[in-house]
């Protein structure tokens, strides 16, 4: 088969000053309905095989990620790469059904820190993020690695991010979360409580008489949308017996309240902002989308995390219920 060349042109528009530009260059010979998804901060968005020329903003400033992951059409990940990229212009190279080829050039800095930090050992990657704390890459790597860290090394830590950034007020809520009061199955849910879209205040130990399901989601998670139609599914089937409770753990109220908002318009039950992701660590939830299920009662039934396309969650949960 003839090779297909798949342009995109992408334009990130930070301020009326700077802009980011990615010129992708990936050819592909491959058959079905595979994709290539872009991920960049809480946008994605998909390439299917054709030529593509749009425009996205995102609003803050410096250095931001870029990643790739190539589809199969059953949904799975195939290939996934991250890439750090900032005011300029890139270009993408490489075939797009082979990671090992994907390219940005030029390459930023940030590029060859992550992979030191990635492939270093447990001492050494602790200094490493130490030493970049001051900006997303460090703050990044210290949550993905924060089980590595002691309580006293995260609060030094504390002191080198900015206190208005997302990652302190996420790192602070870990360290107020005493290990006992954290989420386990057949022990009462631990309570929280979470501003809705509605307006009003979620308290989850209000919710008694039916069965609950924390659906833990983000912004810029495409398989949480991928979701959204079986949750619907069973919420039109099930909610004289089950109430969904969608948990979006987004840094900024606008990023929940208005992005992705098309496809957010599926959601007719409880919506929630996990703002500082205290509902998260309350059940350690590290992988979204999550779902945890309550009985009646108040009690953790069931946690999993993890969905793909043709997942019945209805069957699922009906034999949670049991």
């Known amino acids: 088969m003839k090779p297909i060349l798949f342009l995109l042109l992408v334009l990130f528009s930070f301020d009326s000053f700077s802009q980011t530009t990615v010129i992708s260059e990936l050819e592909a010979d491959f058959t079905g309905n595979r994709f290539l998804r872009i991920i960049h901060g809480d946008r994605f968005f998909d390439v299917l095989g054709e030529n593509y020329t749009f425009s996205h903003n995102e609003g803050s400033k410096g250095p931001?990620?870029?990643?790739?992951?190539?589809?199969?059409?059953?949904?799975?990940?195939?290939?996934?790469?991250?890439?750090?990229i900032e005011d300029g212009e890139y270009r993408l190279t490489g075939k797009v059904n082979d990671e090992s080829t994907w390219e940005v050039y030029p390459n930023h800095p940030y590029n060859?820190?992550?992979?030191?930090?990635?492939?270093?050992?447990?001492?050494?990657?602790?200094?490493?993020?130490?030493?970049?704390?001051?900006?997303?890459l460090g703050q990044e790597k210290l949550i993905k690695f924060i089980a590595d860290f002691t309580?006293?090394?995260?609060?030094?830590?504390?002191?080198?991010?900015?206190?208005?950034?997302?990652?302190?007020?996420?790192?602070?809520?870990?360290?107020?979360?005493?290990?006992?009061?954290?989420?386990?199955?057949?022990?009462?849910?631990?309570?929280?409580?979470?501003?809705?879209?509605?307006?009003?205040?979620?308290?989850?130990?209000?919710?008694?008489?039916?069965?609950?399901?924390?659906?833990?989601?983000?912004?810029?998670?495409?398989?949480?949308?991928?979701?959204?139609?079986?949750?619907?599914?069973?919420?039109?089937?099930?909610?004289?017996?089950i109430q969904i409770v969608s948990l979006w753990k987004d840094p900024k109220k606008t990023t929940w309240?208005?992005?992705?908002?098309d496809k957010k318009s599926q959601i007719v039950w409880t919506d929630v902002w996990d703002p500082n992701g205290l509902a998260s660590a309350l059940f350690e939830i590290d992988l979204w989308p999550s779902y945890v299920l309550i009985d009646p009662n108040g009690t953790v039934k069931s946690i999993w995390s993890g969905y793909k396309k043709g997942d019945n969650l209805s069957r699922k949960i009906r034999r949670a219920m049991e």
């Open 64 to 84: 931001k990620k870029l990643s790739l992951e190539f589809i199969k059409n059953s949904g799975k990940v195939q290939e996934r790469k991250d890439f750090w």
């Open 112 to 136: 060859q820190i992550d992979q030191e930090i990635e492939s270093a050992d447990l001492e050494t990657r602790k200094k490493l993020i130490f030493q970049q704390l001051e900006n997303e």
């Open 257 to 261: 309240l208005n992005n992705q908002a």
């Open 151 to 241: 309580d006293e090394e995260l609060r030094n830590a504390l002191n080198l991010i900015p206190s208005d950034s997302w990652y302190h007020g996420e790192i602070g809520t870990y360290l107020t979360l005493n290990e006992s009061t954290r989420a386990k199955i057949g022990e009462p849910a631990p309570d929280f409580s979470l501003e809705s879209k509605s307006g009003e205040m979620f308290q989850l130990s209000e919710q008694k008489g039916k069965y609950t399901l924390l659906e833990f989601s983000y912004t810029g998670c495409p398989y949480c949308f991928l979701a959204i139609p079986e949750l619907r599914k069973l919420h039109d089937e099930m909610g004289d017996k």
